[in-house]
């Protein structure tokens, strides 16, 4: 098995999620270069990248023949995914807790107006590294 996406070169993919569902899900990948997920792919590290369809026929019989190469693509995948999730999280953390470069000052005093006011309604609390913080 693998998870092969072609995207065309006339055709920008912004993210390519299911890119990233398949890295989560421990495929081999085989990926066109053009699109946002790209940036997370290392050729022959964690992804068969090509450019074109008869490449991409090529690196599928590839996959299939050489399980050692698939078992690497797909740790190495599921690694990458899997570090994309803890900045991503490391990332929403701290803007949650005010401690991020990019939240300005007045979301910092909305926040800690927020968790002062634990009994506003339509409040969810989130579980931060500092405990539970009220946000909108």
Not at 3 to 30: C, N
Request: proline share 4%; net charge neutral; with cysteine.
């Amino acid at each position: 098995d693998c998870f092969v996406y072609p995207t065309s070169s006339t055709w920008y993919e912004a993210f390519g999620r299911v890119v990233f569902e398949a890295m989560a899900a421990g495929a081999p990948l085989i990926c066109s270069p053009s699109g946002g997920y790209a940036h997370y792919l290392t050729p022959g590290a964690n992804a068969l990248v090509v450019g074109d369809t008869q490449a991409m026929a090529h690196a599928v019989i590839a996959v299939r023949d050489d399980r050692s190469l698939a078992s690497r693509l797909a740790m190495d995948a599921r690694r990458e995914v899997e570090a994309v999730q803890r900045r991503a999280e490391r990332r929403l953390f701290a803007l949650l807790d005010g401690t991020s470069s990019t939240t300005t000052v007045g979301a910092r005093a909305r926040s800690e107006a927020d968790v002062a006011d634990h009994d506003a309604p339509a409040r969810v609390r989130v579980a931060s590294a500092n405990g539970f913080r009220s946000g909108d």
